[in-house]
């Protein structure tokens, strides 16, 4: 009887141990798991900053391309109007900004007020630029966009769904008398934008993700897998 007692008494102590341990067992896979969770959590993250640090070096170069084209004696309108050989000091001086950002690969400036647009590879009527270049974009939607704020715009439009267009309305002259009103338009390669993204933050090919800047949404939606926001504050 007091074997039985015994053996009673051993396979309940080692029960209780083996529940204790496999107790423990479970609680410590379940925080090891959480800390792996968040460990990726944070490298993600860390990864989502780095993206968008990029975007907001690669604006503040167009920016600052714009600050220097407002500042420029070849960009000055009074400077083109001189003679017809002023036009070729312009293309010249416009084709170095191809070197102060990844993202200058196909880039405009556009007369609004005179009609004209240049880029390094020349100069285009307006016609021509939005039929032909633009695949027959509306000269007149693009103005609507760009008048109510003169601020910097966005749009993956229909007719260039290859690119994410990024449009920069500025003028010459003073706020009361502007002499000419301008646009900087910066074509950036969508396929290109969307693999440099991908390979910074270590996503698969193929995720969706959205693009905002100073609360103004540059392509995506809401319902991407990643959203990049609050850049330029």
Known sequence: ????????????????????????????NLVA???????????YRGRLAQAGDYIERQLAAIEDILLDIKTQLAFQPFHLKQDATK????LEALSRYSSYSSWMDEYYLWYRTDERVFSPNGTYTEEVFFNYIMNGMEDTSLESALAPTDKIYFQVADNRPDALMICL???FGTNKLRTEECALIVMVRLNYLRRTIWEIT?????????LRYNGIDMFGSADDDAMLHNLGT
């Open 1 to 28: 009887m007091r074997g039985n007692a015994f053996k009673r008494y051993v396979f309940s102590y080692l029960s209780m141990a083996l529940t204790i341990c496999l107790t423990l067992g479970l609680t410590l």
């Open 33 to 43: 798991t959480r800390q792996l969770v968040q460990t990726e959590m944070d490298i």
């Open 87 to 90: 036009s070729i000091d312009l």
């Open 169 to 171: 309305p500025f003028y």
């Open 202 to 210: 270590g996503t698969e090919p193929g995720a969706s993700f959205s």
